[in-house]
């Protein structure tokens, strides 16, 4: 059974920064695409980021230049460093990582985790 286990998240005042961390655990074959996405209350899930296992980095507008995703293929692992944090940024992150896996192709999802921007 894959899990993805998130941390990172917390309370950080504007123009800080914060490091989310996304582990894939459990027998997976291979990992392809790896992402973060985000829901603010009220709002629908949205895309933060994502990588593929090979090819360029997408990023919504709202964080390019402030976000950046990077992936660890040797731990199983997927990073979001979020810098120059604005209170619209405040949400429950969630990661979201494509596998094969004995089950075949699954998209799975973290449990997420939140982030608040706030002075």
């Known amino acids: 059974q894959v899990q993805l286990v998130e941390s990172g998240g917390g309370l950080v005042q504007p123009g800080g920064s914060l490091r989310l961390s996304c582990a894939v655990s459990?027998?997976?074959?291979?990992?392809?695409?790896m992402g973060w996405y985000r829901q603010a209350p009220g709002k629908q899930r949205e895309l933060v980021a994502t990588?593929?296992?090979?090819?360029?980095?997408n990023y919504a507008d709202s964080v390019k230049g402030r976000f950046t995703i990077s992936r660890d293929n040797a731990k199983s692992t997927v990073y979001l460093q979020m810098n120059s944090l604005k209170p619209e940024d405040t949400a429950v992150y969630y990661c979201?990582?494509?596998?094969?896996?004995?089950?075949?192709?699954?998209?799975?999802w973290g449990q997420g985790t939140q982030v608040t921007v706030s002075s």
């Open positions: 979201k990582v494509d596998v094969l896996s004995r089950s075949g192709l699954s998209a799975d």
């Open positions: 459990g027998i997976v074959f291979a990992i392809n695409a």
């Open positions: 990588m593929p296992s090979g090819g360029t980095t």
